[in-house]
């Protein structure tokens, strides 16, 4: 199931979403401040292409002061704008009864848009 969803998805908005974040990821590593935020982008890229086999967890068990601060630029520069992008697309597949599934995704999404660092993507 999850590789025809992960196909679904592709097909259905999911690479553009994940050229979307790479072309931010590259635009963000072209300046040495923006490296942190664009290896960021990055994971979010990863998840973009296939988010029906990926889940997500903290690195450490208390990530630390400077991936709280971190996050708290990602939140005030980049962070809402992204956790609103699939905020609005998880409710516009919700209405349907078949793109719950892809809703969820967009709502699991979330959750690494709104702070990604500290976290890493693993595989199912």
């Known amino acids: 199931m999850s590789f025809l969803g992960n196909l679904i998805w592709m ?5 553009i979403a994940f050229l ?6 590259i635009a963000l590593c072209i300046t040495i ?19 029906f086999n990926k889940s997500y967890e903290l690195k450490d068990w208390a990530p630390g002061c400077l991936s709280t601060i971190m996050n708290l630029i990602w ?6 704008w992204i956790v609103l992008t699939h905020l609005v697309f998880g409710l516009l ?32």
């Open 11 to 15: 097909v259905c908005g999911g690479l």
């Open 20 to 25: 979307g974040y790479i072309i931010g990821g």
């Open 33 to 51: 401040v923006g490296i942190p935020f664009g290896i960021q982008v990055f994971k979010l890229a990863e998840v973009a292409l296939w988010p």
């Open 75 to 80: 939140l005030i520069v980049a962070g809402w």
């Open 93 to 124: 597949l919700a209405i349907t009864i078949l793109g719950i599934p892809w809703a969820k995704q967009h709502f699991k999404m979330m959750s690494l848009a709104i702070t990604p660092f500290g976290r890493r993507v693993v595989n199912k």
